[in-house]
């Protein structure tokens, strides 16, 4: 089991600039809804948004204690016009 404390420093190691909001989807500890926000994002497809993420969290995700991961993921400019 992993909290959603880790999972938010272990993006944050990776993404420094990165506002990141972890909602635990069922309260078991293992299956989480991440929203990020980071400049990074700037200039890349989805799919490599997504892949900086697995690659914060690929320890994590490795041994399954992260069992299922849904990401939203957004610039701060398109966060912004979202909200």
């Known amino acids: 089991m992993i909290?959603?404390?880790?999972?938010?420093e272990m993006i944050k190691a990776?993404?420094?600039d990165?506002?990141?909001q972890v909602q635990d989807l069922t309260g078991g500890g293992d299956h989480y809804q991440v929203t990020v926000v980071s400049s990074q994002?700037?200039?890349k497809g989805l799919v490599q948004q997504h892949q900086l993420i697995y690659?914060?969290?690929r320890q994590a995700m490795s041994t399954e204690a992260i069992?299922?991961?849904a990401l939203k993921t957004y610039t701060p400019e398109a966060f912004a016009s979202n909200s």
């Open 55 to 57: 690659g914060a969290l």
């Open 67 to 69: 069992h299922a991961l």
């Open 18 to 20: 990165a506002q990141v």
């Open 41 to 43: 994002f700037a200039g």
């Open 14 to 16: 990776e993404l420094p």
């Open 3 to 8: 909290s959603p404390q880790q999972i938010e």
